[in-house]
């Protein structure tokens, strides 16, 4: 990223991307979500007329390697990177199965992690569509069994009703601002939550979604609470224009990193 630091020492965020691809369903193109933002950084200033300049220094670590990994695999590699963080981390995925694994390694390492998810889907299926119970259908119910608390907004598609007493839906994260103090935030943003005929480029697109404005006015709740790191996920840059929609998931993090201060 253009505004990238050379010196892990003096960043206050690491950024690491995670091209992970192994239990897309619907349109695949996911695993080249992280290539495509860094291009879609040339697009972004670090100056917003209502937020100033952004000062962090952010450092690029590159991408996790997956290549012959197999789900498994990929899973442990990414848990063991998590666990060796030093520093506040944002993540770039890839699907949304990288959430799991990030989450049990946070887990060893604070207390009172909660997770709030920004998404369309519930990702609360019991099986992943593609076998086993690993899948980006399937990590939020990989999540709570772990014990972590999830809140969950931007929903509207689910394969069943959901009975979780770890899982909450909620209309908006101002509803559940009061329970945010002295809790660990992981944040996690899917973005089909965005609706798919403004945002098409996703895999498993759903009608009816949020426009860019409410994503970022709920994003910016988030300003004074404890995020401890955060993901995207799910940009699938096979379709059309993917540059043009590259530099709008790139101005979405940007929004995102000027909340984990
Ligand atoms: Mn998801």
Not at 19 to 26: F, G, I, S
Request: glycine residues 6%.
């Amino acid at each position: 990223m253009w505004f990238s630091t050379q010196n892990l020492i003096d960043a206050h965020i690491i950024v690491k991307g995670m091209p992970l691809e192994r239990t897309t369903t619907y349109l695949k193109g996911t695993g080249y979500a992280p290539k495509f933002i860094r291009m879609g950084f040339e697009n972004v200033e670090n100056y917003d007329m209502n937020k100033g300049i952004y000062k962090k220094n952010i450092f690029d670590d590159g991408d996790l390697d997956f290549f012959k990994k197999n789900l498994s695999e990929s899973l442990n590699h990414i848990e063991e990177y998590v666990k060796a963080l030093k520093k506040k981390a944002f993540f770039i995925g890839g699907e949304h199965t990288i959430t799991y694994p990030i989450i049990k390694a946070f887990k060893k390492k604070v207390k009172d992690l909660i997770v709030i998810q920004i998404d369309a889907h519930t990702d609360m299926s019991e099986h992943a569509e593609t076998g086993g119970d690993i899948g980006h259908d399937t990590v939020m119910m990989q999540i709570v069994k772990l014990g972590i608390p999830v809140y969950s907004i931007g929903i509207r598609s689910s394969s069943k009703e959901i009975d979780n007493k770890n899982y909450t839906i909620i209309n908006s994260i101002g509803e559940i601002i009061n329970k945010l103090k002295d809790k660990n935030i992981y944040l996690t943003v899917d973005l089909d939550v965005l609706d798919p005929l403004l945002f098409p480029c996703v895999g498993t697109p759903a009608i009816n979604g949020w426009h860019t404005k409410q994503l970022i006015k709920e994003l910016d709740i988030l300003k004074h609470t404890n995020i401890i790191s955060a993901d995207i996920v799910e940009f699938n840059p096979a379709c059309n224009n993917p540059l043009f929609y590259s530099s709008i998931v790139a101005e979405i993090i940007m929004n995102i990193l000027r909340i984990m201060d």
